[in-house]
């Protein structure tokens, strides 16, 4: 991924959160990123179910994570992937306000 300015502050736009420990040992301060997007089914106070790789509860499955002060950002997206259903889970747009 080529090297980064440690002086500045690094946003990583990636597709998989399944990565988020590389990318923060990488150095990205905000890693903004889909795939997930939710869980497809989201089971109450448990969080998503099932992700892409058919993999059940899946770590990074939407919200917001933070590993050394590196900050991950799942967001569960507008459509219903190939799937054809949400349950739960209901679509969302993330706003993002950076300042210093």
């Given at each position: 991924?080529?090297?980064?300015?440690?002086?500045?502050?690094?946003i990583?736009?990636?597709?998989?959160?399944?990565?988020?420990?590389?990318?923060?040992?990488?150095?990205?301060?905000?890693?903004?990123?889909?795939?997930?997007?939710?869980?497809i089914?989201?089971?109450?106070?448990?969080?998503?179910?099932?992700?892409?790789?058919?993999?059940?509860?899946?770590?990074?499955?939407?919200?917001?994570?933070?590993?050394n002060?590196?900050?991950?950002?799942?967001?569960?997206?507008?459509?219903?992937?190939?799937?054809?259903?949400?349950?739960?889970?209901?679509?969302?747009?993330?706003?993002?306000?950076?300042?210093?």
């Amino acid at each position: 991924m080529g090297k980064i300015d440690d002086r500045t502050y690094n946003i990583l736009l990636t597709h998989n959160p399944l990565y988020f420990k590389t990318y923060s040992s990488w150095g990205a301060d905000l890693t903004l990123c889909g795939h997930i997007h939710g869980g497809i089914i989201r089971i109450p106070f448990i969080g998503g179910f099932l992700s892409p790789e058919r993999v059940f509860f899946p770590k990074y499955n939407a919200g917001k994570y933070e590993i050394n002060n590196n900050i991950l950002i799942v967001n569960r997206g507008l459509g219903n992937g190939d799937f054809g259903l949400r349950f739960n889970n209901r679509p969302e747009v993330t706003v993002i306000t950076l300042s210093n």
